[in-house]
């Protein structure tokens, strides 16, 4: 069992600069592929970014790519996503998750491979 709970949402500016956290119970995170998505009203869950055990890999949607940055902590049980140049069609509720059975890249993509879900945090950018 893995309880994923998320913080740092808020309201920014455009251009501006959010990190989020997901802090992650039980002894066995470092077994766990993290990713990020996030959901606007309306529209279906969308992979945001991805890492790999040990940090060596990264995955980024193209949305997001050289704007956000993903990391994680296995020491203290914690992801990270680093998001900076903000834009107002960056505004959702952003999740963090945990799968321990991916096995390729493009599956990192599809929520209903992930086994743990956090709460949510939201993340609103004003134009």
């Known amino acids: 069992q893995v309880q994923l709970v998320e913080s740092g949402g808020g309201l920014v500016q455009a251009g501006g600069s959010l990190r989020l956290s997901c802090a992650a119970s039980?002894?066995?995170?470092?077994?766990?592929?993290m990713g990020w998505f996030r959901q606007a009203p309306g529209k279906e869950r969308e992979f945001v970014a991805a890492?790999?055990?040990?940090?060596?890999?990264?995955y980024y949607a193209d949305s997001v790519k050289e704007r956000f940055t993903i990391s994680r902590d296995n020491a203290k049980n914690t992801v990270y996503l680093q998001m900076n140049s903000l834009k107002p069609e960056d505004t959702s509720v952003y999740y963090c998750?945990?799968?321990?059975?991916?096995?390729?890249?493009?599956?990192?993509?599809?929520?209903?491979?992930?086994?743990?879900w956090g709460q949510g945090t939201q993340v609103t950018v004003s134009s």
């Open positions: 998750a945990a799968g321990s059975e991916i096995t390729t890249v493009q599956g990192l993509r599809i929520p209903t491979n992930y086994d743990y």
């Open positions: 039980g002894r066995t995170f470092s077994s766990y592929r």
């Open positions: 890492v790999s055990w040990s940090v060596s890999h990264t």
